[in-house]
């Protein structure tokens, strides 16, 4: 099987993180392809940020999702989650989306830690376009670069895992999930030192994109999810006018 | 990896059509135990048998979930899940959850296939207990009591498509579940009818139950899905006061 | 009038202190039978104990509902309820149910103390279950064991209090629902110590019990609250087999 | 006991016809006061006609709740509810609000059969205002004025019943709910046509009343529904500048 | 364009005040008629004083409408807006309601100050009743009468600009309403102290009712908001009457 | 004041159809700047165009914004909304957001009717986003491409005011809106037709940007709409960069 890891940030950093963390949690033989964004923002913080990277997802799936059996956004937002989800014949999963879909089989209420105060708010918007705002029970934020840093990661690991043990306590948190495609495998490191189950996005994407892979399930054919058909796009790049015309 | 499935109805029939539909659809390697209860309903069918079943589903996994790295519930009200949960240090999974967590990856609108109108409102309720009312845009209820005869499921797959086609042309349904512990694999069969993804339960409970051991999660310490530990229970079997003890 | 209190807990101290509290609410000539059940946990803590419970309920409706004109749920999770409710040809309430409804008629927001941090969860998810989330505006969870124990009621009453208070003047409750069954006929001492309606479970289940029986209304023929009808039930109690038939 | 049912409609028909229907459904020893407002709209059938309305509900309490024990708001859309609710310092019930509350005690989902097409937005905005939209599983409207005649309710009551039947059929109520105060009691003679449990506005309110007097639970002295205190209102009645000094 | 500004307080302070503030920010050319109800209460501040601003509303609308081209509802509680809404041919616009959806297109989440805390319940109640709840991010309630005082409103504007600071800061509220009709205009006033945009009732209120103006949009003739007609009221104003008779 | 109405897609049909009615329906006085997507697809009909779209509203604001007073989006997705809000200092509004607002101040439910089953989803999400859908009751989708040919619009307004008629009779629309930029206008033809006001997205958001204009708010500067600031993006038109090293 072959994954396709889409970093629509150009922070190339980030994918590396994620493609060993996501080589380290995949079934074995699983093949991992990261790609990165050759446009927009090292690492999108903003709502700006966000839309040019919703194409930069678009663009990416399309130059390379060819050969490849699922896609994982890698980035925490979902970004271009549902456009590729429809462009392509194969599925496609957001890591957030699989991390609270998957928690939601763990315990009651989910507690988030996200990282950045000011995008706070987009994770909230994207619970909420799930359906899932029911099921999150507490959000804390911790504001800092350091995960975006080499060997930051490590550091922020303990105020991490201060802010769970705070919305367990407070909050009635059952399950954490950790946001942030840099964040990618940290649940094994923070889960022995959380009271219960925690996830991260990269593992969660990486486990639910094998999962449907392995259903096996027809490609919509009808809906607002079927192929767009092809189009007379005007100024995209080869790939996604290649892409449309092939779905 | 072991799966133990957990028919709270007394119906072996059941059971066996579940058992052989999970070993065709586990990976490989994986060994499915299921097992039957030795009281209640042949098929839960009210609100009343579902009560006993909450109890027997309790008293099989207290049973027979030793040696074993996850479990699936099957029945598709979901019978007995949280309590399991929560008893056990193993994942447990319910057929239906799974199912509908599995279709929010597929689509926006999920549209349910059921059997027996009096029972359709305990799905509306299971569906409101997950936080996923919004994400399903339409329901069909199919009056027959077929599948539960030898044969009689291959009879009945003609309308379960037949009501699944009008859930995706009036309803816009995007994915279809279709319920029923005895439709176990059925949607390799109803895949190429129907123009979108199509899930049953028992094949996307065991994915989700084979991706949960893989995770390697803790068990939660705290909270309401923590063990509840020794108890001075009375006149219950042998098995649930271990599986309270060691719990 | 015969109201059966049904106690799905194995601990006589619970049923006898609802039984009294029951006795002093009801109306002149309502009689009180109430029942605890011979299996199951001394008191439901957990979920898996509440799932024993579930069956419980219905085995002793099935065994001592003849001749009652209503049964009320003397389990503050509500425990069985809706298996109950089914079964029987009588009304059929849940002690926190009729609180919640109760209080609607009687303020804004509804401030709810509970005891256990353990078992919060549930009470949530019950109050979901009712569709009355919305109206509930705060939570104060006492951690105690005391009302448990002979006298120990009236130990904890000041600290029932000082968490009412705090719901008012911090959450705006203006209406105080306290659970717990060993709670019954709270109302009466603490409602001269709080500045807003009070209620217990077992008062107001008392109250709906009698006004339901009063309107004489019809069971229900059709529907998943109509009684199910004979069965092949396996290994259940007589008295179960025999409520089905009867049904 | 005594209580006030107040009609803030000019029309004494409809008073007539919901006291006669009181008397029968109260208890023994019950006293029904029934008054008419001397101002506004005979029916009230728009918006404009309930906000006068809303204030001949207070004009009435003011005048004729001294030495009541209870109050019963007489029109189906609860007009004027809240403020006499928190003016007075006994209980105040809406019909409406008390047969839907009743209703969640008997069933799942509870039809409704309103009357008028022009008005059925209120119903839905009542509904909504008390947090209940989610147990409503289905409306019906009826276009007719004949209730509202001397002798026009029986001529409906087949209408009625057929829409009830239907709400069970298509919609899957469990309950039915009759809106219109006109409509007192006539769920003693609807019951037996119909195949799930049927209440009236009038026979819960009146039951509603009755248990929240026998509740005997204080006035709540904070928050939005405590006594507003002396006022210096301008032209209103004497009564009401006495309710509210009183207050 | 003639705007009428409905003041349901006896408080000329309050109108004078509003007409004041409205005149400075309208339209060049819009003219400002601002009346004041001759019964009720100085300023409303109870759930009964707000049921008979609702009347007042009524008649005032059916007194001073004539040759207005649009009313504002210049008691924050929006007090009798729907009443007023269906009986007049001209738009009506709700200040509380037009701040809330003017608010909407500024920022994600909105916070709110309000006066009084008895009274905070009722602006909960009217947000809900908008179906705006989820985009309210959290409120803060401020205990002063000063406004109402001549100078007073000067006096109370760094304590709401700490409040809304503390919005944006502890509830990540995006954009400030600040209600009360008193508050007019404080918009202008308050801007410069807040990091995020700050809307107040009357300034949006004039806003929006112009725009409607300017939109030239048939009156409802059909649905709940259509012209009640000619009814047989009684003992209601001239105004009134002749209202219901031209409508 | 000055106007940019922003066309992502590569269609100066529409863009032209656009602008000229914003002429017609801007207040005197207001310059109207419509501009076209240089890239993507000339009628956005998926959810990957969509995509494309995000980041072509994001370039053409960056690239024509300055000078102006305001933004509207005139595309019916309202795509690039959020993105563009937090960019730029001018307020930013979407069509179908204005539309829906704007609607709000009009009656009860409000009744869509849109263009393509294929996007109906898009649209259902887009209001779910707003926090809306209980505000709407019930939509209608038209299947045509009629309105995208020079002269087509006309020939589609029958069925336009037929599905309108529908909503109003059946689904109880107490107020209309038609999506699609290129209806723009659209509700000065339709308004004769119709008995509740309608209206288009274009005329909408002309009079909520102008009046955002008028009010004259301060430009968050905090929280998720706050101005992005300078980043290091890569290989985004100049304009792009240049709009974040001012924002």
Same mark, same amino acid.
């Given at each position: 099987m072959k994954l396709l890891l889409v970093n629509a940030n150009t922070n190339t950093f980030v994918t590396d993180t994620v493609a060993a963390a996501a080589r380290k949690c995949a079934s074995p033989g699983t093949e991992i392809l990261a790609v990165t964004s050759p446009f927009g923002a090292p690492i999108i913080e903003s709502r700006a940020e966000h839309a040019i990277g919703t194409y930069a997802t678009l663009a990416l799936v399309a130059e390379h999702s060819e050969g490849c059996d699922a896609v994982i956004i890698a980035v925490s937002y979902d970004t271009g989650l549902a456009g590729a989800r429809e462009l392509l014949s194969i599925p496609v999963v957001g890591m957030t989306e699989a991390a609270l879909l998957t928690a939601?089989?763990?315990?009651?209420?989910?507690?988030?830690? $996200?990282?950045?105060?000011?995008?706070a708010p987009l994770y909230?918007?994207?619970?909420?376009?799930?359906?899932?705002?029911?099921?999150?029970?507490?959000?804390?934020?911790?504001?800092? !670069?350091?995960?975006?840093?080499?060997?930051?990661?490590?550091?922020?690991?303990?105020?991490?895992?201060?802010?769970?043990?705070?919305?367990?306590?407070?909050?009635?948190?059952?399950?954490?999930?950790?946001?942030?495609?840099?964040?990618?495998?940290?649940? !094994?490191?923070?889960?022995?030192?959380?009271?219960?189950?925690?996830?991260?996005?990269?593992?969660?994407?990486i486990a639910q994109a094998e999962l449907l892979v392995r259903l096996g399930l027809k490609k919509a054919e009808t809906g607002s999810y079927a192929p767009p058909g092809p189009r007379d796009l005007?100024?995209?790049?080869?790939?996604? $006018?290649?892409?449309f015309a092939q779905a």
């Open positions: 939601c089989m763990l315990g009651g209420r989910i507690g988030i830690v $996200s990282f950045g105060r000011r995008v909230r918007e994207l619970v909420a376009s799930y359906g899932l705002t029911d099921r999150v029970g507490g959000w804390r934020v911790i504001e800092s !670069a350091a995960p975006y840093r080499p060997g930051g990661r490590d550091g922020i690991r303990p105020e991490i895992a201060t802010q769970a043990r705070d919305l367990i306590e407070k909050d009635g948190a059952e399950v954490i999930v950790v946001t942030g495609a840099v964040m990618a495998g940290m649940q !094994a490191d923070l889960q022995p030192e959380l009271p219960v189950p925690v996830l991260d996005g990269i593992t969660s994407g005007v100024n995209v790049t080869d790939a996604v $006018s290649r892409a």
